[in-house]
């Protein structure tokens, strides 16, 4: 069963946390398909960016948001294969202390964490899980 959408930047446990300017290899896709992510599967349509992250997950974002949120690491050039970096900003995550199964109906996608994975909301109804191992990696808490 699938819980409630929590709106992050009310919950009092939530922390604001920042993406670490950690480079991922990005691909390109050609056509539509299907994405195995940590969470589960998640679409993709042509045009859309493959992201590898740091312990080699990969997960999907749509072209238009990946264009806005990162940017090029030299010598890639933006739109190109290659290698990114998310630009700075500040998101509410929350670390789970019990499984969730998390609906996103705006977003079309299922996420499923476990406990000590982190819960992300990059934006209202833009929600992401991040493992614990991957979470360490690539963000830090942001002081009050």
Same mark, same amino acid.
């Given at each position: 069963?699938?819980?409630?959408? +929590?709106?992050?930047?009310?919950?009092?446990?939530?922390?604001?946390?920042?993406?670490?300017?950690?480079?991922?290899?990005?691909?390109?896709? @050609?056509?539509?398909?299907?994405?195995?992510?940590?969470?589960?599967?998640?679409?993709?349509?042509?045009?859309?960016?493959?992201?590898?992250?740091?312990?080699?997950?990969?997960?999907?974002?749509?072209?238009?948001?990946?264009?806005?949120?990162?940017?090029?690491?030299? +010598? @890639?050039?933006?739109?190109?294969?290659?290698?990114?970096?998310?630009?700075?900003?500040?998101?509410?995550?929350?670390?789970?202390?019990?499984?969730?199964?998390?609906?996103?109906?705006?977003?079309?996608?299922?996420?499923?964490?476990? +406990?000590?994975?982190?819960?992300?909301?990059?934006?209202?109804?833009?929600?992401?899980?991040?493992?614990?191992?991957?979470?360490?990696?690539?963000?830090?808490?942001? +002081?009050?």
């Amino acid at each position: 069963m699938s819980a409630p959408i +929590p709106d992050l930047a009310r919950h009092p446990a939530a922390l604001r946390v920042r993406k670490l300017p950690v480079p991922v290899a990005v691909h390109w896709m @050609t056509a539509s398909g299907v994405c195995h992510t940590l969470e589960g599967p998640v679409a993709y349509a042509a045009g859309d960016a493959l992201l590898t992250g740091v312990q080699g997950e990969q997960w999907p974002v749509a072209r238009e948001k990946f264009l806005a949120t990162y940017e090029p690491v030299a +010598p @890639t050039a933006a739109g190109m294969d290659g290698q990114y970096r998310k630009r700075p900003a500040d998101v509410f995550a929350l670390r789970l202390d019990q499984p969730l199964e998390l609906d996103v109906p705006a977003a079309g996608k299922h996420l499923h964490g476990n +406990p000590g994975d982190w819960l992300l909301q990059y934006a209202p109804g833009d929600y992401g899980i991040v493992a614990a191992s991957i979470f360490d990696r690539t963000y830090q808490i942001v +002081p009050a």
